[in-house]
């Protein structure tokens, strides 16, 4: 099996006990390759309830048995898989139960110190770091080899050591090795015949503090000077694969900590780290049919996937196993982005990407659901036609400015939906960077809209600014639909043309009070409708009677009935009437 598989055997008659329950022998053992070798090696504990990997791992090799959850979350999700730290230990951790994940954890290790099973660790996972490559791209190691003196540095006057220039970039061996001129060279210390270090540095080395130099890119004496590297450090956000946060992020880590150590930056506010804050983009996982016998990964040709719901390998007529897997030519797993842009449209493509999963967790590509998308786009593009023909029908009433003062009950309502989803928006864009959720505030704020549109209570003028704000919103998204509405808008008010991205960011205003409140309205105990009344009734409570015998909902549950007593509480949307 290679080593990415998640393919399993399970020891026979073979089970384990759990150390804080050692008479109950009741954990299965696995022999399998796909544990990642910095995790660890031997024997590791899985966990199906709490983590992906050994999630899928157990759905594949033991799909009919129940996964144990011992943690939960918050808030739960229904069907989702909880892989937090902050959650709660349930029923199932006994004692421990109730516990929040920091607390029963130390709990538990307090408990089994006391046992003499384990002990409190930090764990550290330093290595060496070999920086020369051999190979021509690079910067030169500063070094000469002399048979006298041994290995002397370049002296800082004759640094940096430059590339060669040539074309004798052989297909085999080290180029600069064979470049005489570049090797032969003196001694700096003894002045006899010696030759260069003929290795260049990792590439990390330059790419792990190059974003110093971008705060002084022009200073032609210093690698950047101390003033403009603490004026502009650390850097705000970094965003890479988690790739990037083990090497490149640890590299960068030692070498800004060692320019600040040397007195080159003042380390900034974070005691010399580089980076504020980073995110880390999660993988794309693609779906993946494997032989259910040898786990083998089927190629296309291989499948018979006919029938949807029940995939077969067509070598042995047997049901696929189905998994979601790090796409890989190796699996035959992979999707062709150019491809689903064809068909879709690079608007759809990119918001269907971005609504499939947050940004920092895996996303299993699953291309049919981007029908969703494309049926709001479209509603994006026919509310926008509608309005358009709103704007000459009404010729031109439609673009008067919205007098803020003087809105209806439902215009204020609208209003401030408006101001809330640019709020949520905005947040995602410039704070959380939970980009999936504001295509869910997208959907939300074009169906507000759409459903505005389509009362009698809510002006025109109103609902066109609302929807020139959901396009300015939209443009970073989805720029072509969003650049397309905009022009035909600007047509049909007779406006010349400017790109939507010429446009300032909606800002949220703010949440404006309607002068009614909407009262809910009790009968002996039991709230039978809503009365939609000024704030003047808690002052003078005898109109509440007249008021509301006037609406349909008033003369069919209270009109000729005795009254006992009417109570409006100060402060309460209630109204309550006792009868006889």
């Known amino acids: 099996m290679t080593q990415d598989s998640k393919i399993g055997y399970k020891m026979k008659d073979f089970v384990l006990s759990n ?19 910095d995790y660890g090696s031997g024997c590791v504990m899985g966990c199906p309830g709490h983590d992906e990997r050994d999630h899928e791992f157990w759905s594949l090799n033991a799909p009919k048995e129940e996964i144990k959850v011992v943690v939960s979350p918050k808030v739960s999700i229904e069907g989702a898989l909880f892989t937090g730290k902050d959650g709660f230990l349930n029923d199932s951790c006994g004692r421990f139960s109730g516990l929040s994940s920091a607390e029963g954890g130390k709990k538990i290790v307090d408990e089994l110190l006391a046992n003499g099973y384990g002990k409190h660790a930090v764990e550290w996972r330093i290595r060496d770091w070999l920086i020369s490559r051999q190979r021509f791209w690079g910067a030169p190691i500063p070094m000469v080899h002399c048979k006298s003196c041994g290995i002397v540095p370049v ?4 640094l940096p050591v430059l590339l060669p220039k040539t074309n004798n970039l052989s297909s085999s061996g080290n180029p600069l090795a064979l470049d005489k001129e570049f090797v032969h060279t003196k001694c700096p210390s003894c002045g006899g015949g010696a030759h260069r270090d003929t290795d260049t540095m990792d590439t990390f080395m330059d790419s792990s503090w190059y974003f110093f130099r971008y705060t002084d890119p022009k200073n032609q004496k210093e690698i950047f000077s101390y003033d403009a590297a603490s004026a502009l450090m650390p850097v705000d956000i970094y965003i890479g694969g988690v790739e990037h946060a083990i090497l490149h992020l640890l590299y960068a880590r030692f070498i800004s ?5 040397q007195g080159l930056w003042s380390g900034g506010d974070l005691s010399g780290e580089p980076i504020r804050r980073l995110i880390t983009q999660g993988m794309v996982h693609g779906k993946t049919y494997n032989d259910a016998d040898t786990g083998r990964f089927l190629k296309p040709e291989e499948r018979d996937i006919n029938d949807p719901s029940n995939p077969k390998s067509i070598l042995t007529g047997k049901p696929a196993v189905i998994t979601y897997e790090k796409m890989s030519k190796s699996k035959y797993n992979g999707s062709d982005p150019g491809e689903c842009i064809s068909k879709h449209g690079a608007d759809a493509t990119r918001a269907h990407i971005i609504f499939q999963a947050p940004v920092s967790d895996v996303l299993s590509w699953d291309e049919s659901k981007i029908v969703g998308i494309e049926r709001w786009l479209a509603k994006v593009i026919a509310l926008g036609d509608s309005l358009c023909a709103e704007i000459i029908t009404s010729k031109g009433e439609i673009l008067t400015p919205i007098n803020k003062k003087h809105l209806t009950t439902e215009e204020l309502d609208l209003w401030n939906s408006i101001q809330s989803q640019i709020t949520l928006i905005t947040n995602s864009m410039e704070d959380v960077y939970s980009m999936n959720t504001s295509i869910s505030n997208y959907m939300i704020l074009t169906n507000t809209i759409i459903t ?20 300015k919103l939209m443009a970073p998204v989805t720029p072509s639909t969003a650049e397309e509405c905009w022009e035909k808008i600007l047509k049909s008010s007779g406006k010349e043309w400017t790109s939507v991205f010429t446009q300032s960011w909606p800002r949220a205003e703010k949440m404006r009070e309607s002068a009614d409140v909407k009262f809910n309205v009790f009968v002996n105990g039991k709230m039978k409708f809503v009365f939609s009344g000024t704030k003047e009734l808690y002052e003078d409570q005898s109109k509440v009677f007249d008021l509301i015998c006037a609406t349909e909902e008033g003369r069919k549950f209270i009109l000729g009935r005795a009254i006992k007593k009417v109570i409006v509480p100060p402060g309460r949307a209630v109204i309550s009437f006792v009868l006889g």
């Open 452 to 471: 505005a549109q389509k009362s009698r209570n809510i002006s025109g003028n109103i609902v066109l600014e609302s929807y020139e704000r959901l396009i």
């Open 19 to 37: 150390p804080l329950n050692p008479t109950r022998f009741d954990i299965p053992v696995f022999v399998a390759p796909y544990v990642i070798s």
């Open 257 to 261: 900590k060692f320019l600040a150590s």
């Open 155 to 158: 002296p800082d006057a004759d």
